[in-house]
């Protein structure tokens, strides 16, 4: 929380509940969602927060009207979540050293969210092929050590190519039910996940018989 009486008020609202308050540091980085099926790693990807990509030409504002026009021409059930140069988004910018009439440079990206949420949405990266080994060891030792057969794991870490006790990285959740093909990387991996739980191809065997 940037606002200290914000942050008084939480603490205030806390202590009426409980005497005992934890306080937890924050940790620097890209929040990695890392997918374990059968014991072993299936795929990981990078969850950015919501951006706009610089032309070199459009400002920002113009650049999110654009991406908004062009969302809203997509069929209902798979447009993004709207984007909007909100209180958020515009805090988001000054973070960065930017206003809604800054022109982004071709190829920059430019997040409108300090993180990635459920509520907010995100861009999500294929980062498998770039996993450090130390990375996938730990995420399939924290999956067997909750006796789950699959299982998304989020690590918040800089860098998910260095080891994560190199980073100061942290196994912030463990989700035992975690959502697959919900987004197009993760459907790509869905047979593979299915391979690794059916014996042979998958085809149920049938005899017929013919005559009398």
């Not at 200290?4 to 306080?23: D, T, Y």
């Not at 907010?120 to 399939?140: L, Q, T, Y």
């Not at 998304?152 to 998910?160: K, P």
């Not at 459907?187 to 149920?204: C, K, M, S, T």
Request: hydrophobic letters at 45%; charged letters at 25%.
């Amino acid at each position: 929380i940037d606002d200290e009486q914000k942050l008084l008020r939480a603490f205030k609202a806390a202590a009426a509940l409980s005497k005992l308050v934890l306080v937890e540091r924050e940790v620097p980085g890209l929040c990695y969602r890392l997918m374990v099926a059968n014991g072993r790693l299936l795929y990981a990807l990078r969850r950015k927060p919501r951006e706009v990509v610089g032309d070199g030409r459009h400002s920002i504002a113009e650049l999110v009207r654009l991406r908004q026009a062009a969302a809203e021409k997509a069929p209902p059930w798979s447009r993004d979540k709207p984007l909007a140069l909100d209180a958020d988004a515009l805090a988001t910018l000054a973070g960065q050293g930017l206003q809604a009439h800054s022109v982004p440079a071709a190829g920059q990206g430019v997040a409108l969210r300090r993180f990635e949420s459920t509520a907010w949405g995100g861009v999500h990266e294929d980062v498998s092929a770039s996993v450090h080994p130390a990375n996938i060891e730990i995420v399939e030792r924290a999956t067997r050590l909750l006796g789950f057969a699959n299982a998304g794991i989020d690590i918040i870490t800089t860098d998910i190519a260095r080891p994560w006790h190199e980073t100061g990285a942290i196994v912030n959740e463990v989700n035992y039910a975690p959502l697959l093909g919900g987004g197009e990387i993760s459907r790509r991996h869905i047979p593979e996940f299915l391979r690794r739980f059916l014996a042979g191809d998958g085809r149920i065997p049938i005899d017929a018989v013919v005559g009398d």
